[in-house]
């Protein structure tokens, strides 16, 4: 490990209050580095993963030798329902993971208090510069991971595992400096989850994408500068992001879409709002993409992969994710408020809209009529 590396390590695992840091190759990798060493400890077992979540999150549990288990997220929040996870914990029950999705950060005292003794894994990578009863996002789990791009809270390429357990992390250590040599994968979870030949090519399609997935760190000194900086500017980033998205949360009030539950402490990454129907979901990015506009719409629920369901199918397909990085100047935000306020098919959705009625059933936040 280069100098650089070890002060890298040494700067993450101290910026959220950790004593150890190991560095890979990227977020999939750092959390396959997490649940490996969690399995030798503990045997295999499930993970309880967030319904809402990048791919990649399932591929890495997965490679893991874990059967995924999808729990609820709360609603205008998309973290994780500590109730639900409650109800989702069995015996069999290893690790859950705690995602502080699009920069909201999660209720982890509830979490911890719903399923006591079993390990939390912190995936930081979207709530990064956040904070929590006055501590750090990244403080929480048993285990964090974190990771770098050009579209996180951190450029550069690479991940991170971050932690207080000299047996994990040592365990986890060593699972770095082997990469890329990889182990033999045991997909065999996949039989329970899934038809025979869906199994088989779910299967084959992990063992195929895992050079990609499971990667050592770059440690060439471009890359760690970039990291560096990220960190350097993080602070002042998360401020100007949370201006921009409370900026939008007032300039979209009055139209009828499901605006997130910004809250202080949040280090927003995307601004997520949810429209009414499908439809007028794609109208709104057809009106952005025309104004040349950038936005995204992450992410389908995982447990569809598998047949399953739980409330996040209730509006798939309706998020629409806000950019309010440093991209989003006071014009692009105010072009992106006026096209939205201005798509005359939203605008008569709302005129026609005798009342309220609830996406989120038993949850008592209200949004219009007419969802799916």
């Not at 047996?167 to 996949?190: H, K, N, Q, S, V």
């Not at 299967?203 to 440690?219: E, N, Q, S, T, Y």
């Not at 995204?296 to 199918?313: C, K, M, N, V």
């Amino acid at each position: 490990m280069s100098d650089g590396m070890r002060a890298l390590a040494e700067r993450i695992a101290g910026d959220v209050g950790r004593t150890q840091a190991v560095l890979c190759g990227r977020g999939t990798t750092a959390l396959w580095l997490a649940l490996r060493a969690i399995t030798r400890r503990d045997g295999p077992g499930e993970v309880i993963l967030p319904d809402l979540l990048c791919i990649t999150a399932l591929e890495g549990a997965l490679l893991a030798g874990f059967r995924p288990v999808f729990a609820d997220v709360q609603p205008g929040r998309f973290t994780l329902d500590p109730a639900d996870v409650a109800r989702k914990v069995t015996p069999d029950t290893r690790a859950i993971l705690v995602a502080h999705l699009f920069g909201h950060t999660a209720d982890m005292a509830a979490i911890r208090a719903a399923a006591p003794d079993v390990p939390i894994i912190e995936d930081a990578v979207q709530g990064l510069g956040g904070r929590i009863d006055g501590k750090p996002v990244g403080a929480w789990g048993d285990v964090t991971f974190v990771s770098f791009d050009l579209h996180k809270m951190i450029d550069g390429r690479g991940g991170a595992v971050i932690g207080d357990d000299v047996g994990l992390m040592d365990a986890i250590a060593a699972d770095a400096a082997r990469l890329p040599a990889l182990p033999e994968f045991d997909l065999r979870m996949l039989d329970a989850l899934l038809p025979a030949p869906a199994a088989q090519g779910m299967a084959a399609m992990l063992r195929r994408d895992a050079p990609a997935l499971l990667r050592p760190f770059d440690g060439a000194r471009a890359n760690v500068d970039r990291i560096t900086a990220g960190w350097d500017t993080l602070a002042d980033r998360v401020a100007a992001r949370n201006a921009n998205a409370a900026w939008l949360a007032d300039r979209l009030k009055d139209l009828p879409l499901d605006l997130p539950d910004l809250r202080a402490g949040d280090a927003i990454w995307r601004f997520t709002i949810t429209a009414p129907t499908l439809i007028l979901a794609r109208r709104i990015v057809y009106a952005m993409e025309a104004a040349g506009l950038s936005g995204s719409d992450l992410y389908p629920p995982l447990s569809a992969l598998f047949g399953q369901a739980t409330r996040a199918s209730r509006f798939a397909g309706r998020l629409l994710n806000l950019f309010v990085d440093e991209t989003a100047t006071p014009d692009v935000l105010a072009r992106t408020g006026d096209v939205i306020a201005g798509l005359r098919a939203l605008q008569a959705h709302r005129d026609l809209t005798p009342g309220p009625s609830p996406i989120w059933v038993g949850e008592g936040r209200q949004a219009r009529s007419d969802i799916p």
